[in-house]
T-cell receptor, first 119, second 113 residues
Framework: GAGVSQSPSNKVTEKGKDVELRCDPI?????LYWYRQSLGQGLEFLIY??????PDKSGLPSDRFSAERTGGSVSTLTIQRTQQEDSAVYLC?????WGGGTPKGNEQFFGPGTRLTVL | DQQVKQNSPSLSVQEGRISILNCDYT??????FLWYKKYPAEGPTFLIS?????DKNEDGRFTVFLNKSAKHLSLHIVPSQPGDSAVYFC????????????FGGGTRLMVKP
């Protein structure tokens, strides 16, 4: 289908290793968001990209987290030196527009997520 | 400090009855409120939203009520169906925060046939 896709669907890694999570947004969507959901918690905003503007990184929990969006499309979330508390489901979303107006026009479409387990 | 809270982690309802999911918030700068539905192993999907200038929005079996003075919103599902069984997330968008959403912890709804 033409929805948001994420890979891998599951990732198990050892503490201290680096991981890369990938998100393919819906074609034509200008905005892309990363969230994470820890066990029993709600979705926590991490970072978003809008077009060619500088990303809003205000939700990144530490400098071990970084994200890129190449060519305004695919995004990669990188976690360096993973810790056990990084274990969570990492969700990516995209939307056609960003900014004011009704949420329906800026509806965020979510991917299925990547479940990260740090041993 | 959780700005959006869903105090009931789970709710069980009989098929055909009303489901009421509640959400409280603390930030008076939120201008839109949304409900998302999430099935296992899938991403959340948008369900219904309401502007802070309204107190009710209805879409089929789903109605969202907003009480600004109490900083409280609720989602009513009538009649509830087994297919409604999922985790429901309340989310809020801050004024001038672009499209960034703050989510609650979710409520797992189980509709029993």
């Amino acid at each position: 289908g033409a929805g948001v896709s994420q890979s891998p669907s599951n990732k198990v890694t050892e503490k201290g290793k680096d991981v890369e999570l990938r998100c393919d947004p819906i074609s034509g969507h200008t905005a892309l968001y990363w969230y994470r959901q820890s066990l029993g918690q709600g979705l926590e905003f991490l970072i978003y990209f809008q077009g060619n503007s500088a990303p809003d990184k205000s939700g990144l929990p530490s400098d071990r987290f970084s994200a890129e969006r190449t060519g305004g499309s695919v995004s990669t979330l990188t976690i360096q030196r993973t810790q056990q508390e990084d274990s969570a489901v990492y969700l990516c979303a995209s939307s056609f527009n960003w900014g004011g107006g009704t949420p329906k026009g800026n509806e965020q479409f979510f991917g299925p997520g990547t479940r990260l387990t740090v041993l | 400090d959780q700005q959006v809270k869903q105090n009931s982690p789970s709710l069980s309802v009989q098929e055909g009855r009303i489901s009421i999911l509640n959400c409280d918030y603390t930030n008076s700068m939120f201008d839109y409120f949304l409900w998302y539905k999430k099935y296992p192993a899938e991403g959340p999907t948008f369900l219904i939203s309401i502007s802070s200038i309204k107190d009710k929005n209805e879409d089929g079996r789903f109605t969202v009520f907003l009480n600004k003075s109490a900083k409280h919103l609720s989602l009513h599902i009538v009649p509830s169906q087994p297919g409604d069984s999922a985790v429901y997330f309340c989310a809020a968008r801050g004024y001038n925060a672009g499209n960034m959403l703050t989510f609650g912890g979710g409520t797992r709804l189980m509709v029993k046939p």
